[in-house]
């Protein structure tokens, strides 16, 4: 909310910019304005994030796939609320199976291993 603390600072510049992006969000908040209503006003309301989750998750390019699986898990709750040191060590090596085939396991493994944490 960058936009939101800088205005913040112009009706009040002795305040820290910590400071301003928390009491301009309260300001907001009084005034009936709530975050949710700014972005569903921009189109970024829940249908078109669904959307966009999924393009991610369907993409071809393996690390934004899982960035967007981390995401997904995020607002899901699935990520234990305490945490943990987990240390493992994950060797994957595929030998002859087509390309595809191998993208597959490895997805696979990926769930199996977003699913443990």
Known sequence: MGN??????????????KSANEL???WLEKVGFSLQEQLDQMGLNDVYLVEKLKEGVNTDNLHVRIRYLDMIFRLKGRYPTEKHRIEEEHKIIVIGP?????????????DILAEKH
């Open 98 to 110: 087509p390309k595809e085939q191998a993208r597959e396991k490895l997805i696979k493994k990926l």
């Open 4 to 17: 939101l603390t800088e205005a913040y600072l112009e009706i009040s510049p002795n305040c820290t910019r």
């Open 24 to 26: 301009g969000r309260r």
